[in-house]
C-alpha cells in the first residue's frame, strides 16, 4: 500500500497563534498586525490576520473593495451557530495573506458576551483555533486598546502574544507591566498554553531624548531576551500607508518601516523555528 505523506504531513497542525496586545491605544498594535502579516507572507508563510477591534483598523488596510458576507460579527455571536469558518476567510490584496474581517457593530455583542461569561470567552478558540492552525502557518490577532472581553477571548485562543509599545510617549511604559501581567494571569487560570513572546519598541526615534530614556527604561524592567532586537522606527511612511488603506510593505517596500517588519518577521521564524 502507498503510503500518502504528503497528507499525513497537511493534518498535522502546526500553525501559530499571535496576538497583539497593548491596552494603551495607538501604539502600533494594528500596524505590526498588517505589517508583521504581509512580511511572513513575502516569508513564504500562510497567513490569516484576524481583526478583533470593532474600529476596524486592519480590516481597513487589508480588506482591498471586498465587501465580507461574514464576519467577526457572525463569529461571535452567541446564537450563531451555523457558521463555517471557511466561510468568513476572505483574500487581501497580498498572496497568501488572508483576513476575518470585522465591522464596528461588533461592539454591540460584547454586553451580551458579558452576560454568558465564563463559556463566552471560549467561542472564539471554539470556533477558529483548529481550522487556522491546521490551514496558517501564522494567525495574527489585532485587538482593541483595552484589556476586554474581546481581548481575553483572544487570549484564550492563542499561542503568544506580543506587546508593542510606544518609545515615543512616557506613558507607554506605565502600562506595559500591567498588560504582560495580565498575560500571565490568563496564562495561568485559563490558558496554559499562552506565552508571551516578546516586547516589540515601536516608533523608535533616536534623535529623541525621550525615546533614548524609554528605552533604557524598558530594558530595566524587562531582561534583555523579552524584547525583540528589531525595533521598528518611526516613520512618516506608515500613515500615508495608512491613507491609501495599504501595508507600508506595499506602499514603499524599501521604506525603513518596511524593512524593519521584514527582519522582524525573520526574527520570529528563527524564534520558533522547530517548535
Ligand atoms: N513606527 C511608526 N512610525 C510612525 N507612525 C506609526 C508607526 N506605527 C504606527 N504609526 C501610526 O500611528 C497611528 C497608530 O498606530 P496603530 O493604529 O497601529 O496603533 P494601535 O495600537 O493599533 O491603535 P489602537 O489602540 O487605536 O487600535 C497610526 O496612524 C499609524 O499609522
Ligand atoms: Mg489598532
Redesign the pocket.
Known sequence: MQTNFKYLVLIMPSGHIIS?V?????????????NLAHALAREGKRVLVVDM?P?C??TSILRGDIEARCTLYEILDPEENEISIENCIYGTAYNDLYLIHNIPETATIEPRLIRLMPNSLTLLKAKIRNYAVNNFDFTII????NLGTFVICSLYCSDFVIV?N?AGSRYSVDGLIKAVNFVDDVQKDNNPNLRFLKLLI????RRMSVCKAIISQIRRYFPIEKVFDTM????????K??LSFKT?IAYKSNAS?SI?YQKLAREILALLKGQ
Open positions: 497583539i497593548n491596552h494603551k491605544g495607538g501604539v502600533g498594535k494594528t500596524t505590526t498586525a498588517c477591534d474600529q483598523n486592519a489585532d485587538n482593541p486598546p508593542p510606544e515601536t516608533k523608535v526615534d521598528i522606527p518611526s516613520n512618516t511612511e506608515f500613515q500607508a495608512e507600508v518601516g524593519a
